[in-house]
């Protein structure tokens, strides 16, 4: 870091600028550096150097406990998120047992329904049996010579029921 000299206000000059500077400038831009961090005074410079080593530590230090600090926070925030992962973890394995209780449910219900269906049709198709029996049982029986005599006996008294009923 170079110098400049000219202004009141000291500011940093641009080594190329310092190349093709004449003799005088380059001692007096020499000069001003001596005096500022006065290269001439042994005792002063080690003191400067004890001064910038201590900035540094504690610039150092001061980084390290940043980042310390930083790193407790993303454990904090790793160990929280790790936490939440647990519990929807969790959560999703209860989901899972459920989805297998319904599916299982599920599959009971439609067990049951296909053997309600079979039994439903089973007691149909013997009610049906049974009926066609009976009508088979009843045409054999209006077919008997007994049951016709009968109804011929009872042809006058149907008659007069008919007439009393509509009168």
Not at 115 to 141: G, S
Request: glycine fraction near 4%; proline fraction near 2%; charged fraction near 30%.
């Amino acid at each position: 870091m170079i110098v400049a000299m000219s202004s009141s206000v000291t500011r940093v000059v641009d080594p190329l600028d310092l190349q093709d500077a004449s003799r005088e400038r380059l001692l007096a831009e020499i000069g001003l550096l001596q005096h500022r961090y006065s290269l001439t005074d042994p005792g002063r410079l080690e003191s400067r150097i004890r001064e910038l080593e201590a900035q540094l530590e504690s610039a150092e230090n001061l980084r390290v406990a940043k980042h310390d600090a930083q790193v407790a926070k993303h454990d904090a925030q790793v160990a929280k998120h790790d936490a939440q992962v647990i519990e929807l973890q969790n959560e999703i394995d209860d989901l899972k047992m459920s989805l297998l209780h319904v599916r299982d449910y599920a599959r009971g219900c439609a067990a049951e329904l296909g053997e309600a269906r079979t039994f439903f049709e089973i007691h149909i198709a013997d009610a049906d049996r049974k009926v066609r029996l009976a009508r088979k049982k009843n045409q054999q029986i209006y077919a008997t010579r007994t049951w016709k005599m009968g109804r011929l006996v009872m042809l006058p008294i149907r008659i007069v029921r008919r007439i009393i009923k509509v009168g």
